[in-house]
């Protein structure tokens, strides 16, 4: 069965340094990647998506993320965090039009 | 344009009680979703409507059934509540199953089995 592995549960960082969120996937076929995020008390909205092309994508809010077939693996970065970027973030893999999700990655960003 | 609207926004159930999750969107999508959100677990997908008149088992179905009743509108229904699914239910929409489309989720209902 597919699976999706956030390797990070959770990371601390401060205002201005760098992030990336790992993202790794078990589907070996053609998929599409998405990573959404969940600000307190909000429901998921979408932050960026691959579908082909370009591994590079850019998405809001300056968060861009890279899609490596060879590693299965499609990383969020942001160069530098703030205060607002505080939230829950999924990666999540759809394949047969359903989406299987990560278990999230809680970034809490200190002022 | 209010997208995807669930209700309600919180509920407290007994064990063995019974309930339905309302979930409707407006902008004309053929498929629908219901997730369930657990501590460290991400969304796990309970069921899906491909479209209207259709409705697909999820990855954790059991405990659960659902009725798309017509194209807007995915409900979830629990027929005898268990503490387990104590949750964040997330509903979802998006244009077609297939292909690399957006789903655009609602904002939840936090529901509590006693």
């Known amino acids: 069965a597919q699976s999706v592995s956030q390797h990070n549960h959770h990371v601390i960082l401060s205002e201005a340094a760098s992030l990336e969120l790992g993202c790794n996937y078990s589907?070996?076929?053609?998929?599409?990647l998405f990573w959404y995020v969940q600000y307190p008390g909000q429901h998921l909205q979408l932050l960026l998506k691959?579908?082909?092309?370009?591994?590079l994508v850019k998405g809001i809010k300056g968060f861009e993320a890279e899609f490596i077939k060879s590693k299965f693996s499609f990383n969020l970065r942001k160069p530098s965090v703030q205060w607002s970027d505080t939230a829950e973030y999924f990666c999540?893999?759809?394949?047969?039009?359903?989406?299987?999700f990560g278990q999230g990655t809680t970034l809490q960003v200190k002022p | 344009n209010a997208g995807v609207t669930q209700t309600p926004k919180f509920q407290v159930l007994k064990t063995g009680q019974s309930m339905t999750l309302q979930c409707a969107q407006d902008?004309?999508?053929?498929?629908m979703y219901w997730y369930r959100q657990d501590p460290g677990m991400g969304l796990r997908l309970i069921y899906y409507?491909?479209?209207?008149?259709?409705?697909d088992k999820g990855e954790v179905p059991n405990g659960y059934n659902v009725s798309r009743l017509n194209k807007r509108e995915f409900s979830l229904r629990l027929e005898s509540a268990a503490p387990s699914q104590t949750s964040v239910y997330f509903c979802?929409?998006?244009?077609?199953?297939?292909?690399?489309?957006?789903?655009?989720f609602g904002p939840g209902t936090r529901l509590t089995v006693l």
């Open positions: 979802a929409s998006s244009e077609r199953l297939a292909g690399g489309l957006e789903q655009f």
């Open positions: 902008m004309n999508h053929n498929s």
């Open positions: 589907y070996g076929g053609t998929v599409n």
């Open positions: 691959y579908f082909s092309g370009d591994p």
């Open positions: 409507s491909a479209s209207e008149g259709t409705t």
């Open positions: 999540a893999v759809k394949n047969t039009g359903k989406l299987i």
